[in-house]
């Protein structure tokens, strides 16, 4: 679910860059989410696109495929108009953070 390869090759290893790239990204995760769950419960589509774009990047930063994939498919159903299944990708894409999340907080304790 997380795979840290990038970072540490992007950081040469050093343990206190990944640790400030983990934190700012576990800092920033929850309210990307806020702002996303706010864009659905108002219909705002391309604003919830805009969000999940930006949290693209980050989520492939931590190696978390799974959730750059979900967002990639919440960019799509909008950009198709397929409001329907917007919601249950969200839902998905919150546990796939949550996940990750456990496992890059026992990150943080080890490095």
Avoid: C
């Avoid at 992007?10 to 934190?23: A, I, L, N, P």
């Avoid at 108002?42 to 604003?47: G, I, L, Y």
């Avoid at 909008?78 to 917007?86: A, G, H, P, Q």
Wanted: charged share 30%; hydrophobic share 45%.
């Amino acid at each position: 679910m997380v795979d840290l390869t990038f970072l540490k090759q992007f950081t040469k290893g050093d343990s206190q860059k990944m640790k400030r790239y983990v934190s700012l990204y576990l800092d920033m995760l929850p309210k990307t989410f806020a702002e996303m769950k706010s864009n659905l419960k108002n219909a705002d589509w391309e604003q919830l696109r805009i969000n999940a774009h930006s949290l693209k990047p980050q989520a492939d930063f931590m190696g978390i495929n799974s959730l750059k994939e979900h967002l990639i498919k919440i960019e799509e159903a909008v950009e198709i108009k397929n409001f329907d299944v917007l919601e249950n990708l969200f839902i998905r894409s919150v546990k796939i953070a949550a996940d990750s999340e456990i496992i890059l907080n026992k990150i943080l304790e080890e490095l």
